[in-house]
């Protein structure tokens, strides 16, 4: 599966956002997959879990401003709203270890 940022896929259509709620909805039973090549063998490179990471349950409240603001940087960027707010948090983090 390739990820792709909302620049690259660009703006749904109404119609287009329905299709793909209808799909969420559908059990895998339903979808037909048999235009999908099967994977014959497992890639050398591949490693298990590799881009799993554990959910630790914390829960951070942000304002609208910030949410919005993280969420901006996010799609420019191209990845995931966490990795921006930790991104961010560790660059003021080292700056104020470096300041003391």
């Known amino acids: 599966m390739t990820r792709k940022t909302r620049d690259e896929i660009g703006e749904l259509t109404p119609q287009q956002i329905e299709e793909l709620n209808e ?53 420019r960027r191209g990845i995931s709203i966490n990795e921006v707010v930790n991104d961010i948090l560790a660059k003021e983090i080292a700056f104020i270890e470096a300041v003391k």
């Open 23 to 75: 799909l969420s909805a559908r059990p895998d039973s339903e979808i037909d997959f048999s235009d999908i090549p099967e994977i014959a063998a497992i890639p050398r490179d591949a490693i298990r879990g590799k881009d799993w990471k554990h959910y630790r349950g914390k829960t951070i409240i942000l304002t609208d401003e910030i949410h919005a603001y993280f969420c901006a940087i996010a799609d």
